[in-house]
């Protein structure tokens, strides 16, 4: 157990509505991870953080903005959402010692949220 | 650019069989990781192992086994003897060199008739 939660487990919510989706750890990990998981797309990366304060865009950020103020949350917003926000979204931490960390490393992932924009 | 291959979409068989799921992956890096991670009907993403491209050893955990092969950029995983409760979508996965996602596979889903 990586002890990553995600908050909520499942939204609803209408296109152009915010939304923010929450990422919590408990074990002070170095790296965090924001992934989407579609059918026929797999799993894609959003955005990543590799300290506080510091996030890096993946391969379909647009329309995402991360924020990590702390080490152990990593919050995911859609601004406006669009119908093609309609996913699972799962949070990932990166395992290493010390500072360590990256892709290099182990993913453990949360349990995902559903999110249905309609 | 890495690439993650796992031609089976499907698999179907009947508990107790041995059940042998393709990885080919593409890569220039000359040292590298390789992953499975196996994704349940309950949606959680399970980490299965790691493997350093150093290792070309087997690995074998109960049931589970892997069989890592350099030449040929496999990393094939086997069950034997399997369980209903091995049912499940089953990703392998390699780092990207460019950035810091996981290139995974499309996965392939698992079922496991009683």
């Known amino acids: 157990d990586a002890g990553i939660t995600q908050s909520p487990r499942h939204k609803v919510t209408e296109t152009g509505t915010p939304v923010t989706l929450r990422c919590h750890q408990t074990?002070?990990?170095?790296?965090m991870y924001w992934y989407r998981q579609d059918p026929g797309h797999g799993l894609r990366l959003i955005h990543y953080?590799?300290?506080?304060?510091?996030?890096d865009k993946g391969e379909v950020s647009d329309g995402y903005s991360v924020s990590r103020s702390k080490t152990e949350d990593f919050l995911l917003t859609l601004e406006s959402a669009t119908s093609s926000q309609t996913s699972v979204y799962f949070c990932?931490?990166?395992?290493?010692?010390?500072?360590?960390?990256?892709?290099?490393?182990?993913?453990?992932f949360g349990p995902g949220t559903r999110l249905l924009v309609l | 650019a890495q690439k993650v291959t796992q031609a089976q979409t499907e698999i179907s068989v009947v508990e107790k069989e041995d059940v042998t799921l393709d990885c080919v992956y593409e890569t220039r890096d000359t040292t590298y990781y390789l992953f499975w991670y196996k994704q349940p009907p309950s949606g959680e993403l399970v980490f299965l192992i790691r493997r350093n491209s150093f290792d070309e050893q087997n690995e074998i955990s109960g049931r589970y086994s892997w069989n890592f092969q350099k030449s040929t950029s496999s990393f094939n995983f086997t069950i034997t003897a399997s369980q209903v409760v091995d049912s499940a979508v089953y990703f392998c996965?390699?780092?990207?060199?460019?950035?810091?996602?996981?290139?995974f596979g499309k996965g392939t889903k698992l079922t496991v008739n009683p």
């Open positions: 990932a931490i990166s395992i290493a010692p010390g500072l360590a960390g990256g892709n290099q490393e182990t993913q453990y």
């Open positions: 996965a390699l780092p990207s060199s460019r950035s810091e996602k996981l290139v």
């Open positions: 074990e002070n990990h170095r790296y």
């Open positions: 953080s590799y300290g506080v304060k510091d996030t």
